[in-house]
């Protein structure tokens, strides 16, 4: 991955500073928001465990005119390692207390056996989307940075839908958004405008929506939904998680809208047309913004989820058939 130069720490709203966290992604950068609240400090995600992102969330927060001693609180949009990642040195040097949605919870690991399980699941999870024993390969060689990047840390507040954040006078607000993953959180700041859409939204991506052992049972729908709810913050300034800010945010939602409407055709299609039966035969010949075949490890992985999640939307939807075999195999309606 190429070199990239991270922004500077820097104020996108009066009392709110974006601090750009580097993890080893083509994206390059999460974004972590430091937000002035009476008694200090509430941070909006805490990006990827390494020393350099440990560095720098300091840095930022000292752009900001802060310190780890005037962090009272983090909100976690959801719980993946480039937003939950920092959580273990945040329990450790601060009292600041961590809040997520309950969903969540069972992404976090409670022993290290727990982080076992979870690479047993993602295998069943293979073999159902008709992978090869390559990919079970793959995957075993992943194992140990897998297991690391499961958090153990557990959260002090679970934070509900249109629950008011802790110690921000009520000016911070969760928005429950499931889809790209079961209990993911926007926050909407109504003195300032401004929603936080972590992984929900971003404004040229389009965020992965995966059936897996860990989503909800159809988390496309699910996501669909959000991106509805979400309409009603539309004249907001949307910080999201990844890439840069921006406004016109239900430009952005009718995308998303038309662009999951475009991959359920496209894949309808492959079954039909192409004869593509299993979640992996599908994948492959749907098309993505780099070819399958030059995927690696996460990234197959999150294109067979997002596969998944379609084909699953298409048979609820009545347009595939499914059986439900091993691998799970798809077929046209029989009309």
Known sequence: MSQRIAPVPSAVAPGVWSIALPFPNPLGFAFSYCVRVPDG??????????????EVFQHGLARAGASLGDLVGVVVTHIHPDHYGLAERVRAETSAWIGVHPAELPAIANTPADRDRHIGRMQEWLLECGAPASELDVLRADA????????????????????EVPKTGGALVAVHTPGHTPGHLCFHDRDRNLIFTGDHILPRVTPNISKRPTSDPDPLADFVVSVERTREFSGALVLPGHEWAFDRLGHRLDELVSHHDERLDRMQSVVQEQGATTVWEVARAVGWSRPFETLEGRARRSALGETYSHLHRLSVLGRVSRVDDRPVRWSPVRV
């Open 41 to 54: 400090v509430v941070v909006v995600d805490m990006g990827w465990d390494s020393d350099e992102c440990w």
């Open 144 to 163: 140990a940075d897998i297991r690391a990047r499961i958090s153990m840390v557990q959260p002090d507040h679970e934070l509900l839908d249109g629950q």
